[in-house]
């Protein structure tokens, strides 16, 4: 089961909305096939994993999976989606047992596959490793049981507590490394989201240049629409969204998404609209005020904070954030400390 997480983890970039899954096919105590969920829209962890099978094995293949036990870390589908039910797959084949790591919330799953199997005459074990399940597919399973996107709060801050500069002018903080892991990170979200201010001051690309992976979407907080189009977020690297309350409209690679009084409850309406575009996970870099609603609200599930070794006289104070902290990172210069919100 700890190879199905480590498989399933190698889709990280590419699957959402869909979890990651990864699957282990084992035949008289030898691992006979593996395979993973890579991209959405293509074959599932147990397809690739009996396919990998078939082509190692052959002619042999088919009575090898009939005395095969099959781990898999979530639940095999039992409904048509963009591919066939993987509990039909399995049946077919006739697998001696199916070890599952997590039960698969979707609605049209939930249990189903697993009945499925049991009616078959498969035996079946669920909740191997179901905590390490958990965190892997933590974007998944807010978003199916929360209706709503995994919100990822980052910011740094120098070592006395300043986010940025009194005045509108970009300031690096955190280091080299540091930097590049927050490019890697984006890499596995599915946007980022900043407020026009973060924009109008620093001009950002929020782009993965230093890490190789997606481009996430950029979603943009900017209420009349006061961003210039000549500032990058306006090019046509990657699809933006704007939230405003002006208009509704598509530009090119330039979404324009008219909301109702973005003054009060704006981190609520902000997470249902992303949910409502299938936006499984985000990443809010910025600014302070953006930052500080998501907290006031409780609205957000995980806090990166980078703390420089740099001191400045004056600034503005960075956001305070209170939640269990999980982790502490040297980065060099930097430290990483990493807050869950268990509220």
Known sequence: MRRCLELAELGINDVSP??????????EGKIIGEGFHKKIGTAHAEVNAVNDVIERYGERAPAMLKSATVYVSLEPCAHFGKTPPCADLLIRHEVKEVIIGNA???????????????????????????????????RFFTRVEKQRPYIILKWAQTANGYFTPLINKKQWISNPLSKKLVHKWRAEEDAILVGKK??????????????PGSNPIRIVVDKKLDIPQSSHVYNDQVKTIFLNEVKTDVEGTNHFVQMEDMTFYLPQKIAFQLYLMDIQSVIIEGGANILNQFIAAGLWDEARVIKSSTNWQEGVTAPQINGYLEEIIPLNTDTLFIHQNRG
């Open 18 to 27: 869909n979890p990651m899954v990864g699957c282990v096919i084992v035949s």
């Open 104 to 138: 698969d919330p979707f609605p049209a799953v939930n249990g189903k596959g697993i009945e499925k199997l049991k009616a078959a005459g498969i035996r079946v074990q669920q909740g191997v490793l179901d905590e390490e399940g958990l965190v892997l597919n933590k």
């Open 198 to 211: 973060t924009v109008m001051t620093d001009n950002p690309e929020l782009n993965t240049r230093e890490w």
